[in-house]
């Protein structure tokens, strides 16, 4: 707080002894008390009952004792509604001569109305020995107030002098931008005004700042997006930056935002990253994606990037991309991901390829993708293999006893088959679950279960089939069958039910389950083919394999059995005359000093058809009791004595 000339104080003096103006508002309480004079004055001294639109207003006050001389030396303070005004140098002061003027400003510029502004002086009794006018002051503490109405004046906001700084910025480069702000023409230096920024990309920290002491509010712009997933920098862009104020017209500014430079191009994905040959029937396209991407790791769009296609086999391409057929490079643009994404079509070899990816404008900046591999055909006769788990099942008498089957294929060079080539299984007895499967890796299965039907003799032949190729004899080495090279010429495929034990083909009986194909060229019909149903060209068949499973019994037979000084040997079968259970086991037992030294198997082997089994005996007559216990998985056991 500065101090007052002796011509204001005189000013002052006069002023609140009522001379023009406004009229002073003071407070005394009797003729005792202390008083307090209030004013009003613009900065350019006139009395004035409004707060001032910008700047500062002076709330002029003068201690007197009841005849009206100036108190000295006393602390005296100033309040009001804080959402209107503000004290800018303080609400306390001392009143050096007895006067003391406090700066009064609005609050901000959205404060509107009228309020009251108060000034107190707590008087202690005892801090003055005697009034200017040499009469006696209280006795007592008391408190002295008083109180003035005021106006505030409304103003006219403008924003002008945007500045942006120079016309580009480099991507995710940040700078200092700011905007004058004018109350009446004049800036706002006192009255705090809040601006607003909002920028088409990148930051504005802080959204929203006051002025300062010159009426300039400044804010620090960035080109990023930090919360923004593959944020860009705004590069390559025109940024507007748009400031604006309650009660003013908003005013922009546009900076260039450069291009982010390049740093990297980067493989994404091959998908699928295996592909089928032509006419495989699995997949034959792969989608190859690259990106570019700059020094944050950010996508960079609309940038040229080429691709090359490299069959690493050599030699005659045998792959295509971009189109069928075509091998030349292609150029493709970096879409808003910074991606570029170009198909690779398999041809009629199998063979592994890649990709070469080259920044147009900056070669050095390539990549490659990873290995394609085109390996797989469809499946051929010759590569079929059908595995059972369990060969013979205790499923004559049982229901629900299972076993697994699974069919492994290739094509004619030994590559896997498509993932997803169907595969059919039927059954003579029993139930398959699933009756269909789809390849992974090259295999898939199902399960046989127990149940009826059941054939008489037991054995349940089970065909296993899938679309695939006729095998043939490529004789010119280009993996494309070419008319007039050797090919099996396969018949209709049918499931041959007249199994016996062991074996799991023979010829073709009428009634027999067949697969329903057109053909009707004479032909033997060749492996599971039904004659004279060929087509009598090379193409798609029916590919088949089959298996035998014995739903055996629960009870063993024993026959054929051979008794000598030193050993005991039987066959051991079911009531059908195959395999026991596979797993049944086996226990012999013996009496006295007869002892059993060993035998063959503890168990039935995995298989459909008897087994024989051997027994050493050791210090045994021909009349000593020797046992043979068969026990199935189900927990039925059978005895056999000798003699």
Request: hydrophobic share 40%; charged share 10%.
């Amino acid at each position: 707080m500065r101090f007052l000339s002796y011509l204001t104080a005189l000013f002052l003096a006069a002023l609140l002894a009522g001379c023009g103006g406004a009229a002073p508002a003071s407070f005394g309480g009797g003729s005792k008390d202390p008083v307090l004079k209030l004013a009003l004055q613009t900065i350019a001294g006139a009395s004035t009952n409004s707060i001032a639109a910008f700047g500062y207003t002076l709330l002029n006050v003068m201690l007197t004792d009841p005849s009206g001389n100036a108190i000295p030396n006393q602390v005296v303070e100033v309040s009001g509604d804080s959402s209107q005004i503000i004290f800018p140098e303080g609400t306390t002061a001392l009143t050096s001569s007895g006067f003391v003027a406090f700066k009064l400003a609005r609050a901000s510029v959205d404060a509107t109305g009228a309020g009251v502004v108060t000034v107190t002086y707590n008087y202690k009794a005892g801090s003055l020995a005697k009034y200017p006018d040499g009469s006696a002051p209280p006795t007592a503490d008391m408190v002295v107030t008083a109180s003035l109405n005021y106006q505030i004046a409304g103003g006219n906001i403008t924003l002008t002098n945007m500045n942006v700084g120079t016309p580009t910025l480099a991507a995710y480069g940040t700078r200092i931008i700011s905007v004058q702000v004018n109350i009446d023409g004049a800036p706002a230096t006192s009255t705090p005004v809040s601006v607003s920024f909002i920028a088409s990309c990148g930051t504005v920290a802080p959204a929203s700042a006051s002025t300062n002491s010159q009426g300039i509010v400044q804010v620090s712009y960035s080109a990023s997006n930090p919360g923004l997933d593959n944020d860009q920098g705004c590069s390559n862009t025109v940024v507007s930056i748009v400031a604006s104020a309650l009660g003013a017209t908003p005013v922009s500014g546009r900076l260039g935002i450069d291009i982010a430079a390049a740093t990297n191009l980067m493989f994404v994905e091959a998908l699928p990253s295996t592909i089928y040959l032509a006419g495989s029937g699995g997949v034959t396209q792969s989608v190859i994606k690259f990106r570019l991407i700059n020094a944050s790791n950010a996508p960079i769009q609309g940038q040229n990037v080429l691709l090359e296609l490299k069959d690493l086999a050599g030699g005659i391409p045998k792959t295509s991309f971009g189109t069928v057929g075509n091998v030349n490079p292609v150029t493709l643009t970096t879409n808003s991901s910074g991606e570029v994404s170009v198909a690779v079509f398999s041809g009629p070899v199998p063979t592994s390829v890649s990709v070469k990816a080259s920044l147009v404008s900056n070669p050095a900046i390539s990549t490659t993708s990873s290995v394609l591999a085109i390996a797989s055909g469809r499946p051929v006769q010759s590569r079929l293999s059908l595995a059972v788990t369990t060969l013979a099942i205790e499923g004559w008498q049982i229901d629900g006893v299972t076993t697994d089957l699974t069919l492994s294929m290739a094509d004619r060079q030994g590559n896997p088959v498509p993932d997803g080539t169907a595969v059919n299984f039927v059954t003579e007895g029993g139930v398959m679950i699933p009756p269909t499967c789809t390849t992974v890796n090259s295999r898939c299965g199902s399960t046989l279960r127990s149940q009826n039907p059941r054939p008489a003799d037991g054995l349940v032949s089970i065909l296993a089939y899938a679309q695939g190729d006729e095998d043939f004899v490529d004789l010119n080495f280009d993996n494309v069958y070419t008319p007039g090279e050797p090919f099996d010429d396969l018949g209709n495929a049918f499931r041959w039910d007249g199994a016996l034990t062991g074996g799991t083909t023979g010829p073709y009986v009428a009634g027999y389950f067949t697969v329903p194909r057109a053909g009707s060229v004479n032909c033997a019909g060749g492996f599971l083919g039904r004659p004279n149903s060929c087509d009598g060209v090379w193409g798609a068949v029916d590919v088949r394999q089959q298996a035998v499973v014995a739903f055996s019994t629960s009870h063993a037979a024993f026959t054929n059995a051979v008794r000598t000084s030193n050993s005991l040997v039987v066959t051991i079968a079911d009531l059908n005359g195959n395999s026991m259970p596979t797993g049944s086991t086996i226990a012999v037992g013996t009496s006295g000093l007869c002892l059993a030294t060993s035998q063959s198997d503890t168990a039935v082997p995995n298989q459909t058809g008897s087994m024989r089994l051997q027994i050493a005996l050791d210090s045994c007559s021909p009349a000593d009791p020797v046992t043979v216990t068969v026990t199935s998985p189900a927990g039925t056991s059978t005895v056999f004595s000798s003699p």
